[in-house]
């Protein structure tokens, strides 16, 4: 599973503030609510102080503003923020633990951020790590839609979800862990369990008014730095990618079929699998030197152990594909949201990000 993340405890919430002091939506924009793990995670697990996993530290952020640590899984802004930057806003929505613990109740109409480092779609991944499951999210969303029928009535409450993009990011993880456990659990039944708990996910937001879904699938997890260090060649692990493409087609076919189920529901999918492989399989096409290795860390790839202030830094980071030994680099991220928002059928189907926010 992934092996960084973030905590802010109750005395850096000034330091979030200043962060996002500015309003990163106007009156008429449509919310954007975002659910995952840590690739969309902008500092939820910094508002957990039992939470293992954490980017709370240098040298995360050394590309943020005053190079500071936001609790993203990065050396600056992550899809995320690039994704809400291309929608009309500065950054990523605000993580709702901020935002409770600051009393911002009504803020959140206008978007949150739900994703949690190290969750995964099964409750049982990342339970030990004292994270936000995706359960726990859609629970934590629960209680905006109920904050907004109280204050804006039902109908107008309807219509604001309806039109809300809901962004999704999740299912590494859990297939980290089918390998981490060495689980004997049939393949193709372990990637109907995630099928089963995705369409759960997905018919929880449903039925609490969500209608406009994008959803970013799995990426070749098998060659991040963290699983080449297993592979004698240093190549990827092709058994790991063969379970994300499984995982991308089984999910394709899963979104068509709610689509016929569920009136009105709209998705986007973004083939994460593709845009990442094209861009290892072409680096020079996108001004990348170095696929396969992590800018910050420590031993072989820079991927035996994880960013921190002690590990070793690249200074050419917008060079790197990888950030850290699971997570990409500020640069690649803006490539991949991009991809998302603006991009053929060969990556993202039916339509794209920028298509799903129109309507």
């Known amino acids: 599973m992934e092996k960084t993340s973030a905590i802010f405890v109750f005395l850096f919430v000034g330091t979030f503030v200043t962060v996002f002091q500015v309003s990163d939506a106007t009156e008429t924009s449509n919310a954007i609510f975002i659910f995952g793990d840590s690739t969309a995670d902008v500092g939820t697990n910094s508002f957990l102080p039992m939470a293992k996993i954490r980017a709370d530290f240098p040298h995360n952020g050394i590309d943020f503003l005053n190079s500071r640590p936001t609790g993203r899984f990065s050396n600056g802004f992550n899809s995320a923020d690039f994704l809400s930057k291309l929608m009309g806003r500065q950054r990523s929505p605000q993580p709702y633990l901020f935002l409770q613990k600051a009393g911002l109740t009504n803020r959140m109409f206008s978007g949150v951020n739900f994703a949690s480092g190290a969750s995964g779609l099964l409750d049982v991944t990342g339970k030990d790590l004292n994270i936000v499951s995706m359960s726990d999210q859609i629970k934590q969303f629960e209680t905006v839609c109920s904050n907004l029928t109280l204050v804006k009535g039902q109908d107008a409450a309807k219509n604001m979800l309806a039109k809300s993009m809901i962004a999704i990011s999740v299912g590494s993880n859990d297939i980290f862990g089918y390998f ?21 996910h997905i018919n929880a937001l449903y039925n609490l008014g969500a209608r406009k879904f994008g959803i970013i699938s799995v990426p070749p997890i098998g060659c991040c730095p963290s699983q080449r260090i297993y592979n004698s060649t ?9 379970f994300a493409r499984a995982f991308h087609s089984s999910l394709d076919a899963l979104l068509k079929k709610l689509t016929s189920k569920l009136s009105g529901l709209k998705y986007s999918l973004g083939n994460s699998y593709e845009m990442t492989i094209n861009v290892i399989n072409h680096p020079q096409l996108f001004n990348f030197k170095s696929v396969d290795t992590a800018c910050c860390g420590e031993g072989l790839l820079n991927a035996e152990k994880t960013c921190t202030p002690q590990a070793k830094l690249c200074s050419d980071r917008d060079k790197y594909l990888f950030w850290d030994l699971y997570h990409p680099t500020q640069y690649a991220s803006e490539l991949a949201a991009t991809t998302l928002y603006n991009g053929g059928p060969q990556f993202v189907t039916p339509i794209n990000f920028a298509q799903l926010a129109a309507y």
């Open 180 to 200: 981490e456990t060495r689980s004997t659990v049939d393949p193709v039944v372990f990637i109907g369990s995630l099928m089963a708990a995705y369409e759960c």
């Open 234 to 242: 240093g190549g990827c692990l092709e058994i790991e990618n063969t």
